[in-house]
Structures are given as C-alpha cells and as structure tokens.
C-alpha cells in the first residue's frame, strides 16, 4: 500500500466517524498531507505553468478561479495523461472545461475518459 493509499485510508476511516475536537484537528493536517501528495504528482506541471505567470499551488486553484488562462491549456492537456490518480484528473478535466479549451482538449478528453 502506497502512502497516499495509507492515507486516503485513514481520510476515510476518520470521515466516517463522530468527530471530536481531536479528530477535526486531525482531519484537518490530514488534508493538508493529502493535497500535499497529490500535488507531488503534478508538481512540474506547477513549474510550467509559473513559467508563464500562471501562479497556482494546485489543480483546483484553476477550477475556482474567474480569471481566464488559455496559456494552460496546452499544459494541461500534456499532463492529464501523465496524472495518475483519479482526483488529479478529475481536477485537470474540471480546469479544462472552460471555453478556451474547446476544441483543444476534445480528443484527449475523449481518450483519458
């Protein structure tokens, strides 16, 4: 078991339960550990977008943003093959889903599905 799988696991088991102040603490750190792991698997793509001054510390800042950024589409086309975990690509497909995108990413949506 991988430690993001360790992790989701314990997400899981504390999710689930009545929460104490101890625990909400808890699940608290743990999502921040998790986002953590998951960045890690697209962390270059940070790196690329900061080239072009798209400032970002994860995939759904893009989602929850009002700002267009068509310079990422490209970026975010290239690395929705490379992201393995589901809430990555999840994020990447959601980020994509903007008027800027179409066409674009049409094919590599239709093939990632």
Sequence with gaps: ?????????????????????????????????????????YSSMIVELANKNIIISDVYDLVNTAESYPDAIPILIKYLTKVNHDKNKEGIVRALAVKEARGKASPILIEVQ
């Design 1 to 41: 078991m991988t430690r993001l799988e360790k992790l989701e696991q314990h997400w899981n088991e504390l999710v689930g339960k009545p929460r104490s102040k101890e625990e909400i603490e808890e699940s608290l750190l743990l999502a921040q550990e998790l986002s953590l792991e998951y960045a890690k698997e």
